[in-house]
Each structure stands twice: as C-alpha cells, then as structure tokens.
C-alpha cells in the first residue's frame, strides 16, 4: 500500500456528479446506464478534473467502469450514504421514524459501505 503521506493531490476543478435521470434513485436502485454516465462524462471531461461521488453503489462502479474502458482523466472521490443508525425525532427532516429492525439493518449496510471504501 502506498503511503498516503507521499501523493499529491494537483489543486484542479472539482464537481459533485450524480448521473441520474427522471425516473432514475439509488432508493429504488434504479441506476444510470453505462451509456447514460459515459454521455454525462464526455461532457464533463473538459472541464473538470476531479469528480465527488455520493455513494459506493452501482452507480459509482459504473462511473469507475467507464472511466476506465473510455480511458478518461478523472481523479475520483468515492463517498458513503450512511443511513440512520439511531431515532432522531428532533431532526428537521424526520429522523425518528425507524425500527429497532431498520435501524441493525441501516447499521450492516453502512459497515459494509465503509468496509468497501476502505
């Protein structure tokens, strides 16, 4: 494993990509074609060099995918949508509305999540 300490990270510009469409939710996983995200990164190619990814779902394998096969010069920043672990009910968006069963399988899928980033 390379020592972190020893890359370097070139400041360039940066944008957070979903690729997306009407109809399209990691909530339904319902995901973005490899043709619809290799539209999308053609676009922005030009542009922009480093790409923030909200999820390690198949969406972003998908992402890496084209990356890679279409040989684009993207730097990517992989994320985790870490679900609730715990009932929030002062939460402005309503987080305190889980089950004890929600809640233990929210926690096995952010651990799997972060395993995977790691």
């Given at each position: 494993?390379?020592?972190?300490?020893?890359?370097?990270?070139?400041?360039?510009?940066?944008?957070?990509?979903?690729?997306?469409?009407?109809?399209?939710?990691?909530?339904?996983?319902?995901?973005?074609?490899?043709?619809?995200?290799?539209?999308?990164?053609?676009?922005?190619?030009?542009?922009?060099?480093?790409?923030?990814?909200?999820?390690?779902?198949?969406?972003?394998?998908?992402?890496?995918?084209?990356?890679?096969?279409?040989?684009?010069?993207?730097?990517?920043?992989?994320?985790?949508y870490i679900e609730?672990?715990?009932?929030?009910?002062?939460?402005?968006?309503?987080?305190?509305?889980?089950?004890?069963?929600?809640?233990?399988?929210?926690?096995?899928?952010?651990?799997?999540?972060?395993?995977?980033?790691?």
């Amino acid at each position: 494993m390379q020592d972190i300490r020893q890359q370097v990270v070139v400041p360039e510009r940066a944008i957070c990509y979903s690729g997306f469409r009407e109809g399209q939710s990691p909530a339904t996983q319902t995901f973005p074609s490899y043709e619809e995200i290799k539209e999308d990164l053609l676009i922005l190619q030009p542009h922009w060099r480093y790409l923030r990814l909200y999820d390690c779902d198949q969406h972003a394998e998908t992402v890496i995918e084209v990356i890679k096969n279409e040989g684009l010069d993207f730097q990517l920043m992989l994320g985790a949508y870490i679900e609730a672990e715990m009932n929030n009910f002062g939460c402005p968006w309503g987080g305190g509305h889980y089950t004890e069963d929600e809640i233990a399988a929210n926690i096995e899928r952010n651990e799997a999540k972060i395993a995977k980033l790691i």
